[in-house]
């Protein structure tokens, strides 16, 4: 089954076409798990769950009990012993919440050290990614922040597709450029672009005109439904059939070329 990373610079929508990817593979009776690894964790409500229940869920990096139970190290610390590879299989249904087919499963960040530190909370997220990404059958979408910190080289293998989504905007593009400079780093080498809030044929050839090293998949029309979904609490997948079709058609290309 298919699994997709989805990058982007803060506010570019990210969030939007991982919650609709996610709500679309689930409507056609795919499992579904959708991991929100970006530190604002907002894919649930774009996945439409109420936030009472989102209240309730605490993000895996912050479960310090567990945390300390599967690595043997102290959360919050960096050094001494403990356990690089912990066990992780039954978190996904333990500590994920369900919603219209979608699985959702808010990783967390950690909150100290510097980039690339290993501590016990960083060893519990990163084996957790590697079992969700290898082992595990279902369709998996990560939403992840601008970076690659969450993928380890081995487990950015088993990424079918990273996705970097922009805005007709130079700090958007270069973004994107980063990241794909980052991913290859690490192996990634599928990497392609969504255009995201696009007005005009004009927005469409400057993003086209200024990645011509990414694989376009398509774009996405500015559209004022989804700020009203994001008002309500609802996923725009509930709110508006053409910003779905506009993502049906993203999905039957990424699937295309993945193949």
Same mark, same amino acid.
């Given at each position: ?9 803060? !506010? *570019?929508?990210? #969030? ?38 989102? /209240?309730?869920? #605490? ?7 567990? &945390?300390?139970?599967? #690595? ?18 039954? %978190? ?9 087919? &979608?699985?959702?499963?808010?990783? =967390?960040? *950690?909150?100290?050290?510097? $980039? ?24 998996? @979408? ?5 970076? *690659?910190?969450?993928?380890?080289? =081995?487990?950015?293998? $088993? ?9 007709? !905007?130079?700090? /958007? ?24 809030? @696009?007005? $005009? ?23 004022? +439904? %989804?700020?009203?979904?994001?008002? +309500? ?9 053409? &910003? *779905?079709?506009?993502?049906? &058609?993203?999905?039957? +290309?990424?699937?295309? @070329? $993945?193949?």
């Amino acid at each position: 089954m298919l699994k997709v990373a989805i990058t982007g610079k803060g !506010g *570019v929508g990210k #969030t939007t076409l991982s919650s609709l990817l996610a709500r679309l593979y689930a409507a056609e009776g795919n499992t579904v798990l959708a991991i929100d690894a970006n530190p604002d964790a907002n894919l649930g409500t774009a996945l439409g769950i109420p936030v009472e229940e989102l /209240s309730r869920i #605490t993000p895996i990096a912050q479960m310090e009990e567990l &945390v300390q139970e599967r #690595t043997g190290g102290k959360p919050g610390t960096i050094g001494g012993f403990f356990k690089l590879n912990p066990r992780v299989d039954d %978190i996904p249904e333990r500590f994920s919440i369900a919603k219209d087919g &979608v699985r959702l499963l808010i990783m =967390g960040t *950690v909150k100290k050290g510097g $980039s690339g530190c290993m501590c016990p909370e960083s060893a519990l997220l990163r084996s957790l990614l590697n079992h969700l990404l290898l082992r595990r059958s279902e369709v998996v @979408i990560l939403d992840m922040d601008a970076g *690659v910190e969450h993928l380890g080289r =081995g487990t950015a293998e $088993s990424v079918d597709a990273f996705i970097s989504v922009v805005e007709p !905007g130079r700090r /958007s593009l270069d973004t994107a450029q980063a990241v794909k400079r980052l991913a290859h780093d690490i192996g990634i080498k599928k990497c392609y672009v969504v255009g995201n809030k @696009i007005t $005009s044929d004009a927005d469409r050839q400057f993003i086209i005109e200024n990645l011509p090293d990414f694989e376009l998949l398509g774009f996405i029309s500015y559209n004022p +439904k %989804i700020a009203e979904a994001d008002r +309500k609490g609802i996923s725009p997948f509930d709110i508006d059939p053409n &910003v *779905v079709s506009e993502v049906r &058609v993203i999905k039957e +290309k990424l699937e295309a @070329i $993945s193949r």
